[in-house]
T-cell receptor, first 115, second 116 residues
Framework: KQEVTQIPAALSVPEGENLVLNCSFT??????LQWFRQDPGKGLTSLLL?????REQTSGRLNASLDKSSGRSTLYIAASQPGDSATYLC??????????????FGKGTHLIIQP | DGGITQSPKYLFRKEGQNVTLSCEQN?????MYWYRQDPGQGLRLIYY???????QKGDIAEGYSVSREKKESFPLTVTSAQKNPTAFYLC???????????????FGQGTRLTVV
């Protein structure tokens, strides 16, 4: 069964720093990996979906990379801002045939950007 | 605006009561999902549906029931058999069947259920 692990569980950095969040998964037979952001008491906001055929995907100050063979993905946040404070989750789909049957999530990285 | 609407935002349940959480989407997605989120445990899949009138159990389906009578709607009922229902419930959708590579999921804003 697919397992997804996120390291670190929590991270606190001063504003302006570049930072990297890590995600690893045990089964490399995936089509894609998705990164989400969750603010306290809110739903999940999709940040980036990176296909297995891609190495990287970028959106603004965010850059996600995917290495299927090693079972790893990273989310790079450039020039961090206090508004980036949130919990970041990665997830991979699982299949039993005929479409994705759901996502397996990591437990998230709780990020605090200090002003 | 296209999206997923969950209601209510907060729900209180008395012991022995069944309650129903609403989830509606206007994204024309075939697949819909219910997840439960507890502190320190991450998100766990309760039920999913890839087509109208069909749904499957996820990892923690005991004590829950769903229906999928319309493409747009996937309500979740928390029954009295669910012994620890206090949690944050999230509904999601994706394009669905036969699109294994295109599984981008979109989530609603969640319903927080508390047993009183």
């Amino acid at each position: 069964k697919q397992e997804v692990t996120q390291i670190p569980a929590a991270l606190s950095v001063p504003e302006g720093e570049n930072l990297v969040l890590n995600c690893s998964f045990t089964d490399s037979a995936i089509y894609n990996l998705q990164w989400f952001r969750q603010d306290p008491g809110k739903g999940l906001t999709s940040l980036l979906l990176i296909q297995s055929s891609q190495r990287e995907q970028t959106s603004g100050r965010l850059n996600a990379s995917l290495d299927k063979s090693s079972g790893r993905s990273t989310l790079y946040i450039a020039a961090s801002q206090p508004g980036d404070s949130a919990t970041y989750l990665c997830a991979v789909p699982w299949y039993s045939g005929g479409g994705a049957d759901g996502l397996t999530f990591g437990k998230g990285t709780h990020l605090i950007i200090q002003p | 605006d296209g999206g997923i609407t969950q209601s209510p935002k907060y729900l209180f349940r008395k012991e022995g009561q069944n309650v129903t959480l609403s989830c509606e989407q206007n994204l024309n997605h075939d697949a819909m999902y219910w997840y439960r989120q507890d502190p320190g445990q991450g998100l766990r899949l309760i039920y999913y549906s890839q087509i109208v009138n069909d749904f499957q159990k996820g990892d923690i389906a005991e004590g829950y029931s769903v229906s999928r009578e319309k493409k747009e709607s996937f309500p979740l009922t928390v029954t009295s058999a669910q012994k620890n229902p206090t949690a944050f419930y999230l509904c999601a959708s994706s394009i669905g069947r036969d699109r294994d590579w295109d599984t981008e999921a979109f989530f609603g804003q969640g319903t927080r259920l508390t047993v009183v």
